[in-house]
DNA sequence: TCGAATATTATACAATGTATAGTAAGTTAC
DNA sequence: GTAACTTACTATACATTGTATAATATTCGA
């Protein structure tokens, strides 16, 4: 149960199903990156939003993934520091990569959608600015 | 665990939490719905992407908007067919009505923040024609 | 040496999507 | 008139995902 804003869901203070997207991402662009590396490379990408990637999260979908097939992994002992679990995408992994990139266009209409509805229904004063297209840089 | 690419998430046949959003805008134009008649004015929005909304989720929302206060219903015996349970959207649910246009507002960057890199890095082969814009009608 | 950063794992809970099934009342077609 | 369909809600169960907390272990800097 929720007993404030904050931790509605309504507040959104979550990845909003980008987190596996992401991982397969960021493996395509470089393959044998472990767990903790992975999570240092896309909040970088992400930080301007203040949404953390939960760390927990980020291992069991690695885990997740390689179950399916979608990734592999062996350990690295070598190096300094604790073990390394380094991942690879495999041919499965781009395959679903390439369904992610349908599934994330068909999600962000899916949102264009809800603001046609919102915009028809609710007084522009609670509208935020939308902007849904490639934003410029301010 | 994932048998085949029909159920991996990268399908993406799901609502994309987004039916709770479109349950408390449509409730925001007609109060006193009730869990039948709001899914299907709901599906009316969004048939074409072929995204059903599952009843029994829709129920649970109810329920649990509710118990948050976000909602409040009474039976409603009167009238043909079975009893049915109208609701009214409160101040605290048009708050949060308020708040999930600023979150999905905020999914909808970071999914242009995913295309970004994407397109850093993957072949233009395999990148979707990204509208997330509003689409014009074709 | 103490603490911070690195790196992974385990447990637990809530939110959400979905599948299946059941109850019950009203409507329509044969 | 009864069988099938539609309307309307409920219960149970499971997977996915986000998050919080905690534990383990190594390395490095002050």
New binding site residues.
């Given amino acids: 149960?929720?007993d404030d804003i904050e931790?509605c869901?309504c507040s959104g203070?979550?990845?909003?199903?980008?987190?596996?997207p992401w991982i397969l991402l960021t493996l395509f662009n470089r393959q044998g990156l472990?767990?903790?590396?992975?999570k240092?490379i896309i909040e970088g990408y992400i930080e301007e939003f203040s949404?953390?990637?939960?760390?927990?999260?980020?291992?069991?979908?690695?885990?997740?993934?390689e179950r399916?097939g979608v990734l592999c992994s062996q350990w690295?002992t070598q190096?300094?520091?604790?073990?390394?679990?380094?991942y690879t995408l495999t041919e499965a992994g781009q395959e679903c990569l390439w369904r992610w990139l349908n599934t994330l266009s068909t999600q962000a209409m899916l949102i264009g959608k809800f603001f046609d509805r919102a915009r028809e229904v609710l007084p522009a004063s609670h509208l935020p600015t939308i902007r849904l297209e490639k934003t410029p840089d301010t």
Avoid: C, E, F
């Fill in positions: 149960m929720i931790n869901p203070k979550n990845m909003s199903n980008l987190a596996a472990h767990g903790y590396a992975i240092k949404l953390g990637l939960n760390i927990t999260g980020l291992y069991r979908h690695l885990n997740l993934l399916r690295d190096g300094r520091g604790p073990a390394r679990r380094r």
